[in-house]
């Protein structure tokens, strides 16, 4: 199983931050997983966010500025979360 598949099933069963799943993550209770799979797991995150803005941004009418602008902080955030959690990206 990847990293992604056991956050979304932690997800279905309980609300978390990302930063709290990479806690548990980095503590073996999920199981154990290199540090490629975690980089994999970032990069899908990373992926999920650029899909879902410009989903949303459409369905919003929302400009292409402003959903790069947003896209942009919530990629910036995800990777300060990995680094402060794992002191890399």
């Known amino acids: 199983m990847e990293v992604f598949d056991v956050y979304l099933n932690v ?9 709290e799943f990479l806690h548990r993550l980095k503590e073996g209770r999920y199981g154990d997983f290199s540090e490629d ?3 994999e797991f970032r ?3 990373e992926r999920n966010v650029y899909q879902s803005a ?3 941004g ?4 929302i ?3 402003e959903i790069y602008r947003v896209i942009e902080e919530n990629v910036l955030n995800i990777r300060k979360t ?5 002191g890399w990206l």
Request: charge should be negative; aromatic fraction near 10%.
């Open 58 to 61: 459409e369905e919003l009418g």
């Open 63 to 65: 400009g292409e500025d």
């Open 11 to 19: 997800l279905a069963e309980e609300m978390l931050s990302l930063e």
């Open 82 to 86: 990995f680094e402060e959690v794992f």
């Open 37 to 39: 799979d975690i980089k």
């Open 43 to 45: 990069e899908i995150l």
């Open 54 to 56: 410009f989903v949303k």
